[in-house]
């Protein structure tokens, strides 16, 4: 019962810290997100440690769920309107930011005291955008320009980027340590991102079929959380990247469903609510011992992976004939870092367990710094592009 009594006393403490966080947040030039990860930092362990254990200890499915649903409505943005008008734009800038940022930290990174394998490893994570974060900026700031509808369709593609660069990444490493049959790394990184296609087509044909017939013209948040996590799940037991296969699912039905508008407006009602959960967890479990040991290479790992999203997507920018707005203010707009990069972390230090310590240290310390600092600059990126509509 004291069990009980406590998680409901956390979730309920939690969610009402993020109606304290959108007050604050309407009065200051500090998005909710920022406030939510330092919030997290003030009562976790390395604060007043408030947040009982059988409550973050359900951290890992509490993530799942919000990327998830965050994965579903970034391939929502996917719309055949939004790439016929803007194609060249967002893969131009989607994939020169990605290669551009991987190559520039790996680069400062082997300058260091790193041995080359890690720096190869974390200049791929370097790649990922938080997908969440930026989302949840765009919607706060109520920013309906196609500069906002651009950023999100990128966010939607970087992380497919970033997962091939990581799985590159993977066998060169593997390459590097001298094991024989680094082309298996290869082979299965595109097993996952295929399967991750396959299983969001899957779901999406019958699921974009059934949008808004089940009830006829109302929109049904029971059969988006089903589509969602039923592609969620599989994905998980598929061993394949459950955030594409979410975002498949979500351009899938936007394109295809008669009602496709209904499950992306019924699933926001509960988008925040996950988001307050997520961000607050993730600010709580910063280690701020372990910052003291890898200290360099975090700040080397900050400043880099900055430099390579900004001029990376400047660059794309200017191939695809952007305005100057997007030139300009694009990259910081994708500077957030969160689940996506914790993820592939994870995957690393399971598959190179020597790096295990290095890794995990480096990405999660300046995750916390991007999920702080990112939000920033998307919220000053978005105003510009409204003052110059």
Same mark, same amino acid.
């Given at each position: 019962?004291?069990?009980?009594?406590?998680?409901?006393?956390?979730?309920? *403490?939690?969610?009402? #810290?993020?109606?304290?966080?959108?007050?604050?947040?309407?009065?200051?030039?500090?998005?909710?997100? =920022?406030?939510?990860?330092?919030?997290?930092?003030? !009562?976790?362990?390395?604060?007043?440690?408030?947040?009982?254990?059988?409550?973050?200890?359900?951290?890992?499915?509490?993530?799942?769920?919000?990327?998830?649903?965050?994965?579903?409505?970034?391939?929502?943005?996917?719309?055949?309107?939004? !790439?016929?008008?803007?194609?060249? =734009?967002?893969?131009?800038?989607?994939?020169?930011?990605?290669?551009?940022?991987?190559?520039?930290?790996?680069?400062?990174?082997?300058?260091?005291?790193?041995?080359?394998?890690?720096?190869?490893?974390?200049?791929?994570?370097?790649?990922?955008?938080?997908?969440?974060?930026?989302?949840?900026?765009?919607?706060?700031?109520?920013?309906?320009?196609?500069?906002?509808?651009?950023?999100?369709?990128?966010?939607?593609?970087?992380?497919?980027?970033?997962?091939?660069?990581?799985?590159?990444?993977?066998?060169?490493?593997?390459?590097?340590?001298?094991?024989?049959?680094?082309?298996? /790394?290869? #082979?299965?990184?595109?097993?996952?991102?295929?399967?991750?296609?396959?299983?969001?087509?899957?779901?999406?044909?019958?699921?974009?079929?059934?949008?808004?017939?089940?009830?006829?013209?109302?929109?049904?948040?029971?059969?988006?959380?089903?589509?969602?996590?039923?592609?969620?799940?599989?994905?998980?037991?598929?061993?394949?990247?459950?955030?594409?296969?979410?975002?498949?699912?979500?351009?899938?039905?936007?394109?295809?469903?008669?009602?496709?508008?209904?499950?992306?407006?019924?699933?926001?009602?509960?988008?925040?609510?996950?988001?307050?959960?997520?961000?607050?967890?993730?600010?709580?479990?910063?280690?701020?011992?372990?910052?003291?040991?890898?200290?360099?290479?975090?700040?080397?790992?900050?400043?880099?992976?900055?430099?390579?999203?900004?001029?990376?997507?400047?660059? *794309?920018?200017?191939?695809?004939?952007?305005?100057?707005?997007?030139?300009?203010?694009?990259?910081?707009?994708?500077?957030?870092?969160?689940?996506?990069?914790?993820?592939?972390?994870?995957?690393?230090?399971?598959?190179?367990?020597?790096?295990?310590?290095?890794?995990?240290?480096?990405?999660?310390?300046?995750?916390?710094?991007?999920?702080?600092?990112?939000?920033? /600059?998307?919220?000053?990126?978005?105003?510009?592009?409204?003052?110059?509509?």
């Amino acid at each position: 019962m004291l069990a009980n009594a406590q998680f409901l006393l956390a979730l309920g *403490g939690i969610l009402f #810290l993020g109606l304290i966080t959108d007050m604050i947040g309407k009065k200051t030039f500090l998005p909710r997100i =920022t406030l939510l990860l330092i919030f997290g930092v003030i !009562i976790g362990e390395e604060g007043f440690n408030l947040i009982p254990t059988i409550f973050s200890d359900r951290f890992e499915i509490i993530a799942e769920m919000t990327l998830l649903v965050v994965g579903f409505m970034l391939g929502g943005t996917l719309t055949s309107e939004t !790439i016929i008008k803007s194609g060249r =734009t967002i893969l131009s800038i989607s994939i020169s930011a990605a290669i551009f940022t991987t190559v520039i930290v790996a680069l400062a990174l082997s300058t260091t005291e790193l041995p080359l394998e890690i720096a190869i490893l974390l200049g791929c994570i370097a790649s990922a955008t938080a997908p969440a974060a930026t989302v949840d900026t765009v919607i706060e700031s109520n920013n309906k320009s196609s500069f906002s509808r651009s950023l999100l369709a990128i966010v939607a593609l970087d992380d497919v980027w970033g997962l091939i660069l990581f799985s590159l990444g993977i066998a060169l490493v593997s390459a590097l340590n001298g094991a024989a049959n680094e082309s298996h /790394f290869i #082979l299965s990184a595109g097993i996952e991102i295929g399967g991750s296609v396959l299983l969001g087509l899957g779901i999406g044909l019958p699921a974009a079929f059934l949008t808004g017939r089940i009830k006829p013209g109302q929109p049904m948040l029971t059969e988006a959380l089903a589509a969602v996590f039923i592609c969620g799940g599989l994905a998980l037991w598929l061993n394949v990247s459950f955030l594409i296969a979410a975002m498949v699912l979500g351009a899938t039905i936007a394109n295809l469903a008669k009602h496709h508008e209904y499950p992306f407006n019924a699933i926001e009602g509960i988008e925040w609510p996950l988001m307050i959960i997520f961000f607050i967890l993730a600010g709580a479990s910063l280690n701020i011992a372990s910052l003291n040991q890898i200290g360099l290479f975090i700040i080397v790992f900050i400043i880099f992976r900055s430099i390579g999203k900004i001029v990376g997507a400047n660059i *794309g920018a200017r191939i695809s004939n952007a305005d100057n707005i997007t030139c300009r203010w694009m990259g910081a707009a994708l500077l957030p870092q969160a689940g996506a990069a914790m993820g592939m972390a994870l995957v690393a230090a399971n598959q190179f367990p020597e790096y295990r310590q290095t890794l995990l240290s480096v990405v999660i310390s300046s995750t916390i710094f991007f999920e702080i600092i990112g939000p920033i /600059f998307t919220r000053m990126a978005l105003r510009k592009s409204e003052q110059n509509n």
